[in-house]
């Protein structure tokens, strides 16, 4: 079947990094591919695989879900297939048995090449993954690297320009610190990140990147110069903003309490409160925030997460500070299990989202025109906020430059700009429907798909009229 028809139809290969928020807008991506009509292998482990939400009726018969077992490494727990089941402390073993997955990936890639009618014409990485790019070239079949935000990117740069010196700049140093570890060797892994990276990039034909240049036109435009290779947009694979296909589905999560109890609630007057569990906040800084919630007097919503590992009652009582339930019963609830966000942030009485500014909460909590309170933690999620900021979305809550930390002044004082002051609520309420308008432009985003499978078409007859199954970025 020939890749550059227009009228054939692709089998493509994804393969994310083993995270929900790598899992779930890569799902979306296959889906959207299926259907268009392609065939698309997605590939995690068994446990992040029965963990997703079901497939659409329409796509599932087009999306082949691919099962490699997660090797077992000593000293990480049974079952520990996604970052979110990770202590902090045993990450780098996750590492360990993530490289084990290449033996299974390789074995994969051999049996679907070994038939013409099987073969994928594309592999999609995730950036860290350089033994999937490596078994793409082992059989000739071209690779597109899957890409964290532009703004990122840039943030990223070595400061060798006046520019890239001024974006560094701009950087706290609790951030910068937070960077370093991107260069060590992940102890038991053997391999730092930035050496992951730097393998899966020389061995992939492409970048493609979950964005769009009206989401960042500051940094967009710079990636395929400081990369030094063709990047590709997906648009922002927003999910569907009924919420229809998270865990439970849409008529259990109206169900669900916290939507009960925001039925009680006026229309606007409730800040969602969610940070993501991926790296859990100090318990001192747990502190801090309740305390700034209740100084603020808005009423809110607090998905509370447990940390990995910790015996959490139900209810949160003993992450909070002494009394802090009672005291705020008639202003607010916490809840540490699961929470239906997607109903949440639909839900007209909600007026606000305080988030950690990972990529899908901000898309998420855009898609509905929220104002945000931005408490970045990790990763992606400094630059993710600075970038929000400069669009007049939100405010940052004010951080020791140091060493990152916050007061519950600090939590007050954003909580309210963003959910009472008049005025900075008016600005910032107007900067979040300017970017409401780019993510909930379905035709926009569907047409980011469609030009994407065109540029895989293109690059792949490209390619084999080269006479080359792939290429490395800098050639």
Not at 315 to 328: E, I, K, S, V
């Amino acid at each position: 079947m020939d890749a550059g028809s227009a009228s054939s139809s692709l089998r493509i290969v994804v393969v994310p990094w083993l995270a929900f928020g790598h899992l779930l807008p890569y799902l979306e991506l296959s889906e959207r591919l299926a259907e268009r009509g392609h065939r698309v292998s997605y590939v995690s482990t068994p446990r992040n695989l029965a963990r997703l939400p079901p497939l659409r009726p329409a796509t599932a018969p087009r999306v082949d879900l691919v099962a490699l077992p997660l090797p077992r490494v000593d000293g990480l727990p049974g079952g520990a297939e996604s970052t979110n089941d990770v202590p902090d402390q045993q990450r780098e073993l996750h590492w360990k048995a993530f490289d084990g997955l290449a033996a299974h990936f390789a074995e994969f890639m051999a049996a679907a090449c070994a038939d013409e009618a099987t073969r994928p014409h594309w592999v999609i990485a995730d950036c860290f993954h350089h033994w999937v790019a490596a078994s793409a070239v082992e059989h000739k079949v071209p690779c597109a690297m899957l890409l964290p935000t532009a703004a990122v990117i840039a943030a990223a740069q070595p400061p060798s320009t006046e520019q890239s010196e001024a974006r560094a700049e701009t950087r706290p140093r609790y951030e910068q610190e937070d960077m370093a570890p991107m260069f060590d060797d992940q102890g038991a892994s053997g391999m730092s990140l930035a050496q992951r990276w730097q393998l899966t990039k020389e061995r992939s034909a492409l970048g493609v990147i979950r964005s769009c240049v009206e989401w960042e036109p500051e940094s967009f435009p710079l990636v395929p110069t400081l990369l030094d290779m063709p990047v590709v947009p997906l648009g922002l694979l927003p999910p569907s903003p009924d919420g229809g296909r998270r865990a439970g589905g849409a008529n259990e999560s109206s169900e669900h309490a916290t939507v009960r109890w925001l039925d009680a609630q006026r229309p606007g007057s409730v800040v969602y409160v969610a940070l993501g569990s991926e790296v859990p906040l100090p318990l001192e800084q747990v502190h801090e925030l309740a305390l700034g919630l209740e100084l603020a007097g808005t009423r809110f919503l607090w998905a509370l997460r447990k940390p990995s590992g910790a015996a959490v009652l139900d209810d949160g009582a003993d992450m909070l500070p002494p009394g802090f339930q009672q005291r705020t019963r008639d202003q607010g609830l916490v809840t540490t299990g699961w929470v239906p966000q997607m109903s949440i942030l639909a839900h007209a009485a909600v007026g606000g989202f305080l988030t950690h500014c990972g990529r899908n909460s901000l898309i998420e909590g855009l898609l509905f025109g929220h104002p945000l309170v931005m408490l970045p933690i990790f990763g992606d999620q400094g630059p993710n906020a600075r970038q929000m900021e400069v669009k007049k979305v939100g405010l940052q809550v004010a951080r020791d430059e140091s060493d990152g930390s916050f007061d519950r002044h600090g939590v007050s004082s954003a909580v309210r700009a963003v959910m009472v002051d008049g005025e900075a609520r008016r600005n910032f309420v107007a900067g979040a429907a300017k970017m409401q308008v780019v993510v909930a432009n379905s035709e926009r985003q569907e047409r980011y798909i469609d030009e994407f499978v065109h540029h895989l078409r293109s690059h792949g007859a490209a390619i084999a009229t080269d006479g080359k199954a792939t290429t490395a970025a800098t050639s």
